[in-house]
């Protein structure tokens, strides 16, 4: 059985690839792997986390605390660690928004300490892509530090971890969301360890099967008018990936629309999908929407209708807010509920998400998606039983 570490936790959505494995089209456990602890600080996301993965210690701390007397107290082999997976807070790093070299963009030097105690066999760290053009302090890329250290963690040439970087795609994997990350995979210098990434499971080609679309992530998921929820299923699953969410949920949780106003409910009218913030300006430049909802704010994307045939774009926290990034649902006059946000990124129907509908939405948009982690532990298993043998 495999040993796993899970720093930044969050709600679980890289937990959750390691925790389950696909059977049948239907999650069942996963017997190959063991957690030993996780980690999680937002007093909302624990609440999820626990919810979900009871079975799962979990230190309810910052990072910064957890010390090698603590792990020591709670009586953890810290020579006994296979992997560390987890990821740092990106919001400094990404591109959306103030790029700042703050105490969040440093949380690395945490992870990278807690390495240095537990000494596994190796790590998966997972961040934006924005990280690869991240600067510090002295105007140097923050991935030159982060490969230094990994490249020499113990000094003296005690080990140290062989790097393996590459930018991933969720929906390369079967999850309906066009989303890029960056996985920095650790394995020891001092093990003979053969880590190979994932290869695609969906794509364009005839060899792989087509990408899943917004249309077959949520089309089952009843209609929803202004301020309107709903807890019922009113429909069966239409194909495959539904019923996989689906399995065993007998009740719709989270699926509400906000309550908009006059402004927000014509823009939405308008806009049509693929388009945003720039054809709205568009239309009333030429005269066919009134002056009044000019758009002077935001990004282009802003206000912007997601395709119904094609994978979503990227999920974030604000999935839920029409005026933020690209989230309006694609046939209907709203953004899109969490439920809606969860699905496309992989979430089951049961799994539960906790705290505002901001807080439930911050835990949908930062997390690895459960289909992709999945792939990922395939490649950790293969990974450490190969040295094994």
Not at 95 to 103: E, F, L, S
Not at 109 to 138: A, S
Not at 157 to 180: C, M, T, W
């Amino acid at each position: 059985m495999i040993n796993i570490v899970d720093l930044f936790s969050g709600a679980g959505g890289l937990t959750f690839g390691f925790y389950y494995r696909m059977w049948g089209n239907k999650f069942v456990k996963n017997k190959k792997f063991r957690f030993i602890f996780a980690n999680e600080y937002d007093l909302n996301a624990i609440q999820a986390f626990r919810y979900n993965f009871p079975q799962i210690p979990l230190l309810e701390c910052s990072i910064e605390n957890i010390t090698k007397e603590m792990l020591d107290n709670l009586g953890i082999v810290h020579n006994n660690i296979d992997i560390v997976i987890g990821g740092p807070p990106c919001q400094s790093y990404s591109t959306v928004g103030k790029r700042q070299y703050d105490q969040r963009a440093r949380m690395y030097e945490e992870y990278i300490r807690l390495l240095d105690i537990l000494r596994p066999r190796m790590f998966i760290f997972e961040n934006v892509t924005g990280i690869l053009t991240m600067k510090n302090d002295n105007n140097e890329p923050v991935l030159n530090d982060i490969h230094k250290i990994f490249d020499d963690i113990h000094g003296n040439g005690n080990f140290g971890y062989n790097i393996h970087q590459k930018v991933l795609n969720a929906k390369d994997y079967g999850v309906p969301q066009s989303r890029e990350r960056v996985f920095i995979v650790g394995t020891r210098k001092d093990l003979n360890l053969n880590w190979v990434f994932p290869q695609r499971t969906h794509g364009d080609d005839n060899k792989l099967k087509d990408y899943l679309t917004v249309a077959d992530a949520i089309s089952d998921l009843p209609a929803l008018e202004n301020g309107e929820g709903e807890t019922h299923y009113l429909f069966e699953p239409q194909n495959d990936y539904q019923f996989l969410m689906r399995y065993k949920s007998q009740e719709l949780y989270d699926h509400i629309n906000g309550l908009n106003g006059e402004k927000i409910l014509a823009v939405m009218n308008a806009v049509i999908q693929g388009e945003g913030k720039a054809y709205i300006n568009s239309l009333v430049e030429n005269g066919d929407l009134d002056g009044r909802y000019y758009l002077t704010s935001g990004y282009d994307n802003t206000y912007g209708r997601l395709w119904w045939d094609r994978p979503s774009t990227t999920i974030t926290n604000s999935l839920g807010t029409p005026s933020a990034l690209r989230c309006i649902h694609p046939l209907q006059n709203r953004a899109l509920t969490t439920r809606e946000g969860a699905r496309l990124q992989s979430f089951p129907d049961w799994f539960r998400f906790f705290g505002n509908k901001y807080n439930k939405n911050s835990q949908v948009g930062n997390a690895v998606p459960p289909l992709l982690a999945m792939e990922l532990s395939k490649g950790v298993y293969r990974c450490l039983n190969e040295m094994e043998g």
